[in-house]
C-alpha cells in the first residue's frame, strides 16, 4: 500500500482506516474558489488526521485549474494570498512545509511562457513579500514540461509530476530525479478513492504534523516528563502498539505531554509545541526542569543518561548559543586556518566541538568534517526534521575542495526552516538566522544528530 495519497474529497472519518492501510501522508486542497466544498481542507478534518498520526500535505488548485485561462499574474496573486491566508490562519499550517499550486493540464510551450511562468513569479513575489507572515515553500504540480519550466525559473522548490504519463515531458521528467511527488493512476484505499504518490530521493514533499485542537498557540504551557523505562521508550505515529515505532528515546528523554488518548500520551520531544508522536503514558514520569535546562526555545536530551557524543549536547549547544563561545571557536579556528573565516565552517564547527569536549580533529572541509561526525556514531536526519544540537550538512560531496560546502550548527529551530545557527558566516560573536531550504544560498542536504 502507498504511504502518500492525495485526496480531493473530505476524508476525516477515515482518517484510523487509512492509517491503518500504511498511509502516512495525505495530500488535500486548498481552492479560493471551488463549488465544491468538501474539496476544500477543513481545520476539522486536519485535525480528525493529525489525531491518529497522519501528516498534512497541501496543494492549491483553482475552479478552473484544468483551463489556460486561470492562469495569468493577477490568479497567482489571489491564489498566494488565499493559500498563505487560509494555511496560517485557519488550518494552522506551520511555516517552513510546502503549498503546492496545480496546473491540472497537458501545457504548449506558448502557454508556459505567457501564463505559467507569469502566474507562478506572482506566487513567489507575493510569498517573498509577505514580511511577518507564514513562510511557505513554494510547489508545483503537472504535467513534466510544467515542472521543469517552474523549477528551471526558480520559482518553486518542490516539484509533483502529475499521472498523466501522456502529457508533455512526462518520461523525462521522471527520469531526471527532480521531483518530489510522482503521482500514480486513481485507486480505493479503505473506501477513500485517492491518488496513491511516490517521493522522490530526497524525501522531502513538504508534509507537516499538525499542532491539535487546544494545543495551538499554547507551545510553553505543556507538561514536561521524562521517560521511565530501562531500556528506552518507544516512540510511535498513533496511540497504540498497531502504530509504527518512529524511534526509541533513551531512559531520561524529556518530553513534553500535549494530550491524552487513551493510555497513551501524545508528545513533544523538541521543545517547539508540535507533537512528534505517541508514548505509552505508563513509562513518563513526572520531570522538573534541571540540567534539560531551554535553551534557545528548545528542550534537549539531559546527559546524566546518554552515551557517545550526546553527554556533550548541553555544552555544545552553549558554546554555539553565547558570545564568549563563538569568540573562543573564532579564535581557535583563526589559528589553525590562516585565511579564517573564508572557507572556514569546518575549523569553527571542530573548534566549538573541541571546546565541548567532543573529541573530534581540526578538519578543514565541510564534507570531511560531516564524514568525522559520522564515523562518531552521528546519524543523518532529514531535513524538516532538525533540532537544536543538529549538524546542517549542506552540499556533501566529500572529498571536495574547501568553499564548495558548508556545515554548521543548529541552536535553536522556528517551524521547519527556518533556524539559529552557528557558523563563520558572521563576524558578531552570535547565532544567526538560517534557513534549511537556504533562502537563496545552498540548502542544507541533510542534518547529524548525536545518539
Not at 503521482?183 to 478513492?193: F, L, N, S
Not at 548541553?314 to 590562516?338: C, F, M, N, V, Y
Request: proline residues 4%; contains cysteine; aromatic residues 8%.
Amino acid at each position: 500500500m502507498p504511504s502518500i495519497v492525495d485526496v480531493s474529497t473530505a476524508c476525516g472519518n477515515k482518517a484510523a482506516a487509512l492509517f491503518a492501510t500504511g498511509v502516512r501522508t495525505i495530500i488535500r486542497y486548498y481552492s479560493r474558489d471551488t463549488v465544491r466544498p468538501s474539496k476544500r481542507l477543513t481545520l476539522e478534518e486536519s485535525e480528525q488526521l493529525a489525531a491518529v498520526g497522519l501528516r498534512l500535505g497541501i496543494v492549491h488548485e483553482g475552479r478552473f485549474g484544468d483551463q489556460a485561462s486561470n492562469f495569468d499574474r493577477a490568479s497567482g496573486v489571489a491564489d498566494a494570498l488565499y493559500s498563505r491566508t487560509y494555511g496560517a490562519e485557519i488550518i494552522r499550517q506551520p511555516r517552513g512545509s510546502a503549498i503546492y499550486f496545480a496546473v491540472d493540464f497537458d501545457v504548449t510551450p506558448d502557454i508556459i511562457k505567457k501564463r505559467i511562468i507569469p502566474y507562478f513569479q506572482a506566487v513567489a513575489d507575493t510569498f517573498a513579500g509577505a514580511a511577518g507572515s507564514a513562510d511557505y515553500v513554494i510547489g508545483v504540480y503537472g504535467s513534466g514540461v510544467t515542472c521543469k519550466a517552474v523549477l528551471d525559473a526558480g520559482l518553486a522548490q518542490r516539484a509533483w509530476l502529475s499521472q498523466s504519463v501522456g502529457w508533455s515531458g512526462y518520461a523525462a521528467f521522471l527520469k531526471s530525479g527532480r521531483w518530489a511527488l510522482s503521482q500514480a493512476m486513481p485507486t480505493t484505499i479503505a473506501g477513500v478513492e485517492c491518488d496513491p504518490n511516490k517521493s522522490g530521493e530526497a524525501a522531502d514533499i513538504g508534509d507537516f504534523a499538525l499542532i491539535i485542537g487546544e494545543l495551538a498557540g499554547h507551545e510553553h504551557d505543556s507538561r514536561q516528563m521524562r521517560v521511565n523505562a530501562r531500556g528506552g521508550l518507544r516512540l510511535r505515529a498513533g496511540p497504540g502498539t498497531d502504530f509504527d515505532s518512529l524511534r526509541l528515546l533513551p531512559l531520561g528523554t524529556p518530553v513534553f505531554a500535549l494530550k491524552t488518548v487513551g493510555s497513551w500520551t501524545m508528545v513533544d520531544v523538541e521543545g517547539d509545541g508540535v507533537a512528534d508522536g505517541f508514548v505509552s503514558g505508563a513509562f513518563l514520569s513526572d520531570s522538573s526542569v534541571d540540567s534539560s535546562e531551554l535553551l534557545g526555545g528548545s528542550r534537549v536530551l539531559a546527559s546524566a543518561h546518554l552515551t557517545g557524543d550526546t553527554p556533550h549536547l548541553l555544552e555544545l549547544i552553549r558554546q554555539g548559543s553565547t558570545a564568549d563561545g563563538l569568540k573562543a571557536a573564532r579564535e581557535s579556528a583563526a589559528a589553525s586556518l590562516p585565511d579564517y573565516p573564508h572557507n572556514g565552517c569546518a575549523a569553527h564547527l571542530s573548534a566549538l566541538l573541541q571546546h565541548s569536549n567532543i573529541d573530534v580533529p581540526m578538519t578543514w572541509g565541510a564534507g570531511k568534517l560531516a564524514h568525522v561526525l559520522g564515523d562518531r556514531g552521528w546519524i543523518r536526519i532529514p531535513v524538516g526534521r532538525q533540532q537544536v544540537g543538529d549538524v546542517g550538512v549542506c552540499f556533501d560531496n566529500d572529498p571536495t575542495a574547501a568553499g564548495a560546502d558548508h556545515i554548521y550548527l543548529v541552536v535553536k529551530t522556528v517551524g521547519l526552516d527556518e533556524m539559529l545557527i552557528a557558523d563563520n558566516q558572521r563576524t558578531a560573536d552570535a547565532p544567526h538566522v538560517g534557513y534549511a531550504s537556504g533562502h537563496g544560498k545552498t540548502p542544507t542536504e541533510y542534518f547529524l544528530r548525536a545518539i
